[in-house]
Structure formats: structure tokens, C-alpha cells
Nanobody, 124 residues
């Protein structure tokens, strides 16, 4: 019941920054925990970051902790992923996703709505 559309990906040099956005529509957006996931070629989709429905709680994968920041603006139905100090290992398609419930989850299979993804490529 939530439609999601990512944007903001691109090509960036290692050490640089990107800000991903996810525009959401649907009546349940404000009540849903929202997550960012990524998938590199030949690999499974993996958790990156999640924020609770209220925006007050968040957690991150160890690989991005201290470099990435997730946030949400329920007034504009948008979530963000600020990515700093990017590494080539961050290269992947990044997806935003919504849960049915407001509590955060790191599990891919607990998210029911997904965007189409946006490509992030970090060169060395």
C-alpha cells in the first residue's frame, strides 16, 4: 500500500558523498518503519539502515555505521540516506523499503513494499 521511488544515485569518487532520497506515497507511510537496502551484482540484498515510524530510532549495518545517516520527513513523505566517506565496496543498487509495522527491522523479508532502486557507483 506504499509506493516508493528512489533517486539521487550516481557515480562518485571514493571519499565523496551522495544523498539518496525516497519519495513515498500511501496512507500508511507515516506508520511504517522505513529501510534502505543494497544489492551488489552477484550478491544477496543486504540491510543498510532503518528508521522507525516516528523517526526517533534508527540503526545501521556495521559496514556503514558512522558514515551513513538515515532520516525521514513524514510531512513530505520522504526518507533520505546521507552517504559520506564512500568506498568502492558501497557500489550497489540501493533500495528503499517499507514495513507493515513501525518498529525497525534489519530483515529483508519483513519489508513488503520496495522501490525500483537507484545505482550508486563508487570509483577508486
Amino acid at each position: 500500500q506504499v509506493q516508493l521511488a528512489e533517486s539521487g544515485g550516481g557515480l562518485v569518487q571514493a571519499g565523496g558523498s551522495l544523498r539518496l532520497s525516497c519519495a513515498a506515497s500511501g496512507r500508511t507511510f507515516s506508520g511504517s518503519a522505513m529501510g534502505w537496502f543494497r544489492q551488489a551484482p552477484g550478491k544477496e540484498r543486504e540491510f543498510v539502515a532503518v528508521v522507525s515510524w516516528s523517526g526517533l530510532s534508527s540503526n545501521y549495518a556495521d559496514s556503514v555505521k558512522g558514515r551513513f545517516t538515515i532520516s525521514r520527513d513524514n510531512a513530505t513523505d520522504t526518507i533520505y540516506l546521507q552517504m559520506n566517506s564512500l568506498k568502492p565496496e558501497d557500489t550497489a543498487v540501493y533500495y528503499c523499503a517499507a514495513r507493515e509495522f513501525g518498529f525497525p527491522s534489519t530483515r529483508v523479508n519483513e519489508y513488503i513494499d520496495w522501490g525500483q532502486g537507484t545505482q550508486v557507483t563508487v570509483s577508486s
